[in-house]
């Protein structure tokens, strides 16, 4: 594996992609089931649904290049590791905070993601600056 180049944020996100297909599908089946093709139509299991997809959308993209960025740039993979788990953890506790009305999940979830991407931002800052 040591030709692949950024194989740890590889790993990760392998994992975060096949995360999005449960997620998407639960949209697609709660559309299905409610006969709503645009919006929530004011469902709140398909607005819940939704928002996870969507937040899963808006801030994993800019966290898996910041954690490219960090592996590139020749972090060591411990640092790379523990923001990638950090990521993944905290995408999957946001998930099951929003589906299961469990608010401190949603929370915990959403502070974790913005902890990894701002000590992702620094810590490559700082790469950067050394390099």
């Known amino acids: 594996m040591d030709s692949f180049p950024m194989h740890i944020t590889a790993l990760y996100t392998a994992l975060l992609g096949i995360m999005l297909v449960p997620i998407s599908i639960r949209i697609t089946v709660l559309r299905a089931r409610t006969k709503i093709m645009f ?3 004011g469902d709140p299991d398909l607005g819940r649904a ?3 997809q969507g937040n899963f959308i808006e801030y ?8 490219g ?3 590139w740039s020749g ?3 411990w640092a790379v590791h523990a923001l990638g ?4 953890v905290s995408r999957l506790v946001h998930a099951w905070g929003i589906y299961s009305h469990q608010d401190t999940g949603r929370a915990l979830g959403a502070t974790v993601n913005w902890i990894m991407i701002a000590v992702a931002g620094l810590g490559l800052l700082y ?3 050394m390099a």
């Open 85 to 88: 788990a950090a990521l993944l």
């Open 50 to 52: 939704i928002r996870v």
């Open 127 to 129: 790469l950067v600056a």
């Open 75 to 77: 972090a060591p993979g």
């Open 60 to 67: 994993v993209p800019l966290a898996v290049i910041l954690l």
């Open 69 to 71: 960025m960090v592996e």
């Open 39 to 41: 919006f929530d139509g």
